[in-house]
């Protein structure tokens, strides 16, 4: 009796570990949300995608402190840009696209899509204050988008408006007297509808550049881009 009477406690104690241990692990799952792509006929899984696809997060985004398109272009794969302008106009996908305004054809080869507005061509220093996902995809595109995405597609999703109000701000300074400030607010129209609502954003970035003008001796070369999205 007395081997039991000693045994009962090391048992229950045993038990009372494991069902501890056991609620641990349950409570430890965590189901991980998954990324649906945006650019296609319907909202599609990133890992049921068929072609090759990057997706980026607004709040990847914000971490890699990316204020341009042109940031994420040197940090996606098989994507890579030639100027025409301050900021990228012309991309090229896995090789395939425009290097200028003048080579033949000039249908762009890589499509730029924002909000659904086709800015091919025009939208490589897009500004990513405020947006929600940035999308890459590589090979044809041309069955949705047409002639405009024969090598790839880029689809950037501004953030769509919450059934609360919300806003966030950005006031920004560096070096080459740097400045970017912005502004989103959104939320319902009206008090109980959740069906009815806006969002709109403000953003600014200027720069003097690190270039200097000796023929007129200032070192004020100036970039900026603006952006209003509503």
Do not use: W
């Not at 990847?60 to 272009?73: K, M, W, Y």
């Not at 302008?85 to 896995?94: D, G, H, I, T, V």
């Not at 086709?118 to 204050?129: T, Y």
């Not at 200097?212 to 100036?222: A, C, I, P, Q, W």
């Amino acid at each position: 009796m007395k081997h039991i009477m000693i045994a009962l406690p090391a048992l229950t104690a045993a038990m009372v570990a494991a069902g501890l241990y056991a609620a641990t692990n349950e409570t430890a799952v965590m189901e991980l949300e998954a990324l649906e792509v945006k650019a296609s006929l319907r909202e599609s899984r990133l890992a049921e995608m068929p072609g090759s696809t990057t997706v980026y997060e607004g709040c990847q985004i914000e971490r890699s402190g990316a204020e341009h398109f042109q940031d994420l272009i040197e940090l996606t794969p098989n994507l890579n840009y030639s100027g025409g302008s301050a900021r990228p106009q012309f991309l090229q996908m896995r090789g395939i696209g425009e290097l200028d305004q003048y080579d033949e054809p000039l249908i762009p080869s890589v499509g730029f899509i924002i909000d659904d507005i086709d800015f091919s061509g025009i939208g490589g220093g897009a500004a990513l204050f405020d947006i929600a996902q940035a999308e890459v995809l590589r090979g044809p595109q041309g069955s949705i988008f047409g002639a405009n995405a024969m090598a790839g597609l880029v689809n950037l999703k501004s953030s769509e408006p919450s059934p609360f109000f919300t806003g966030r701000g950005l006031l920004e300074y560096g070096s080459y007297d740097t400045t970017s400030a912005g502004l989103a607010v959104g939320g319902p129209l009206l008090r109980e509808s959740d069906a009815l609502g806006f969002r709109l954003s403000l953003h600014q970035h200027r720069s003097d550049g690190f270039m200097e003008n000796k023929t007129l001796g200032r070192d004020d070369t100036t970039i900026s881009t603006s952006s209003l999205d509503g």
